[in-house]
Antibody, heavy 119, light 108 residues
Framework: QVHILQSGAEMKKPGASVKLSCKTS????????IHWVRQAPGQGLEWMGV????????TSAQIFQGRVVMTRDTSTSTVYMELSSLKSEDTAVYYC????????????WGQGTLVTVSS | DIQVTQSPASLSASIGDRVILTCQAS??????LNWYQQQPGKAPKLLIY???NLEPGVPSRFSGSGSGTHFTLTINSLQPEDIATYYC??????????FGGGTKVEIK
């Protein structure tokens, strides 16, 4: 059974960067893609990007290109997402999710990490 | 980019009612449409994938249908635990992956 544990809440100032982690277990890490999705307070879901754990290739949504970096550590089955040049509008819960289908859906979700950007 | 529009934005129904939620894609996406349920304060959960396939463990009162540009999620016999916001998500090749704005379901 897929299990996902995300890192704890973060508070950052505008202009800073934040790096979140997403530790997976219960399956072969390189079998499934990992997505990142965020949700601003009271708002809907926004897809940020996806990482292929086999070789580390990533694809991000156009609005995040140049600002998001996704990496992985196969030795610990952990995926990381770093978002730079933070603005107040980046305040949101950030979710990672496992995709068993091949970069088309989010079949298992982490508990989410709240990132607050405030001066 | 493909846009997915959900309707209604919110609805109120009684326990036992049949509820139908709609998702419209801006262009033909075949059956590349998934549905998620997000209960208050929780992470989303996959309900239906590829238009009509029920995710294991999801109650059979949930069903999905449609293809091309028009899709529906039906909840037969609404239950108290179904109070949630429901999102559709389309896929048309990376990076074209989009969520709809959501439909909030409440009990009347």
């Amino acid at each position: 059974q897929v299990h996902i544990l995300q890192s704890g809440a973060e508070m950052k100032k505008p202009g800073a960067s934040v790096k979140l982690s997403c530790k997976t277990s219960g399956y072969s890490f390189t079998d499934y893609f990992i997505h990142w999705v965020r949700q601003a307070p009271g708002q809907g879901l926004e897809w940020m990007g996806v990482l292929d754990p086999r070789g580390g290739a990533t694809t991000s949504a156009q609005i995040f290109q140049g600002r998001v970096v996704m990496t992985r550590d196969t030795s610990t089955s952990t995926v990381y997402m770093e978002l730079s040049s933070l603005k107040s509008e980046d305040t949101a819960v950030y979710y990672c999710a496992v995709d068993r289908a091949g970069a088309t859906m989010m079949s298992s979700w982490g508990q989410g990490t709240l990132v607050t950007v405030s001066s | 980019d493909i846009q997915v529009t959900q309707s209604p934005a919110s609805l109120s129904a009684s326990i036992g009612d049949r509820v139908i939620l709609t998702c419209q894609a801006s262009q033909d996406i075949d059956n590349s449409l998934n549905w998620y349920q997000q209960q208050p304060g929780k992470a989303p959960k996959l309900l239906i994938y590829d238009g009509f396939n029920l995710e294991p463990g999801v109650p059979s009162r949930f069903s999905g249908s449609g293809s091309g540009t028009h899709f529906t999620l039906t909840i037969n016999s609404l239950q108290p635990e179904d109070i949630a916001t429901y999102y559709c998500q389309s896929f048309d090749g990376l990076p074209h992956l989009s969520f709809g704005g959501g439909t909030k379901v409440e009990i009347k």
